[in-house]
């Protein structure tokens, strides 16, 4: 699909539509924030494992009422290290 159709599916209506706009990897950051902060959880947790996610933007999903948003968040490899540290002293690990 094309970037701009892409782009233009984070806005969309339907909440599939908006997670169809999460390939696209260069998807800008005030598009990432308004879906990591959707009403669905479906679209918050596929924003979770985007690549280019700001270290303030992975913290808000960490702590994400749904535990499957953090724990798609807290997988995500661009968790910073201190956060890493952090979600595996939280589990005891």
């Not at 984070?10 to 009403?39: G, H, S």
Request: glycine letters at 2%; one cysteine or more; aromatic letters at 0%.
């Amino acid at each position: 699909m094309p970037v701009e159709t892409l782009r233009r599916l984070a806005t969309d209506p339907d909440p599939r539509m908006r997670q169809l706009a999460l390939r696209e990897p260069e998807l800008p950051a005030a598009l990432l924030e308004r879906l990591a902060a959707d009403p669905e959880e479906p679209v918050r947790r596929t924003t979770a494992s985007h690549p280019r996610l700001t270290p303030a933007t992975l913290r808000a999903l960490l702590a994400d009422p749904c535990e499957r948003v953090a724990r798609s968040a807290a997988a995500n490899p661009a968790l910073p290290v201190e956060e890493m540290r952090a979600v595996l002293d939280a589990a005891g690990l």
